[in-house]
C-alpha cells in the first residue's frame, strides 16, 4: 500500500518532442505527489509537486497531470531538450506513514539531440 | 533558498574504520533531516528520519549500531558509518525539510562511500 509505481524504466525522446512519465499510487491518504530530477552523481532536486486538490500544474516546460479517481499522476516535458537527459523520479507522502517520502523507481530520460 | 550541503562529497575508506558524513542545511533550519542509501541505477532507500535532538527513526532492515545518526543542530545532522566493509560502499544522500513547509524535502548532493 505504500508502493509508487513508476512507469517507463527508461524512456528515449527526441529533442524537441515530449517526454512522459507515469506513476501510479495505492495509499489514498497520500497527499503530496514531487517529483524529482537526478543527474548522475548529484543528489535529487525537487522539480515539481501538486497536492490532489488540483488536477494539473505547469511550471515552465514541466505539468504535473493529477487523477485523483484513478490513483494516478505524470509528470510531461514539454519540447524536451538535451539537457533535461537524466532520471526522474516521482514520489509521494503524507498519510499514515507521515511526512516519510516514497519514491518511485525512477525512469531515465535521454534526449537525442 | 533551501540549499543543504554534505561534507565531504566522496571518501575512501579501508574496512574496518568508520566514517563521518555531515549533513547540513545552509539558509534554513530543519527539524527533521533524513538519510538515504542510492545503489547504481536505482531508487533511493531511506534509511533513517532524523530529528533535531532527539533520537533518529530507523527503517526495518538498517542497523541503527552501524549508521550511526546524530542530529544536533537545526541546520547539522551526521552519520558515522562505524566498522565499514565493501558492502557499504554506496551514494549516501541526506535531505532536510523546511520546517516551515512540512512535505517539502530539499536534498544534498550526497556522498560518495567507497571501501576498500
Known amino acids: ?113 | 533558498g533551501a540549499v543543504v550541503s554534505q561534507h565531504p562529497s566522496w571518501v575512501i575508506c579501508k574496512s574496518g574504520t568508520s566514517v563521518k558524513i555531515e549533513c547540513r542545511s545552509l539558509d534554513f533550519q530543519a527539524t527533521t533531516m533524513f538519510w538515504y542509501r542510492q545503489f547504481p541505477k536505482q531508487s533511493l532507500m531511506l534509511m533513517a528520519t532524523s530529528n533535531e535532538g532527539s533520537k533518529a527513526t530507523y527503517e526495518q532492515g538498517v542497523e541503527k549500531d552501524k549508521f550511526l545518526i546524530n542530529h544536533a543542530s537545526l541546520t547539522l545532522s551526521t552519520l558515522t558509518v562505524t566498522s565499514a566493509h565493501p558492502e557499504d560502499s554506496s551514494f549516501y544522500i541526506c535531505s532536510a525539510r523546511v520546517t516551515s513547509r512540512l512535505y517539502e524535502q530539499y536534498f544534498g548532493p550526497g556522498t560518495r562511500l567507497t571501501v576498500t
Open chain 1, 1 to 113: 500500500q505504500q508502493q509508487v509505481k513508476q512507469s517507463p524504466q527508461s524512456l528515449i525522446v527526441q529533442k524537441g518532442g515530449i517526454s512522459i512519465i507515469n506513476c501510479a499510487y495505492e495509499n489514498t491518504a497520500f497527499d503530496y505527489f514531487p517529483w524529482y530530477q537526478q543527474f548522475p552523481g548529484k543528489g535529487p532536486a525537487l522539480l515539481i509537486a501538486i497536492r490532489p486538490d488540483v488536477s494539473e500544474k505547469k511550471e515552465g516546460r514541466f505539468t504535473i497531470s493529477f487523477n485523483k479517481s484513478a490513483k494516478q499522476f505524470s509528470l510531461h516535458i514539454m519540447d524536451s531538450q538535451p539537457g533535461d537527459s537524466a532520471t526522474y523520479f516521482c514520489a509521494a507522502s503524507g498519510g499514515t506513514g507521515g511526512f516519510k517520502t516514497i519514491f518511485g523507481a525512477g525512469t531515465r530520460l535521454f534526449v537525442k539531440a
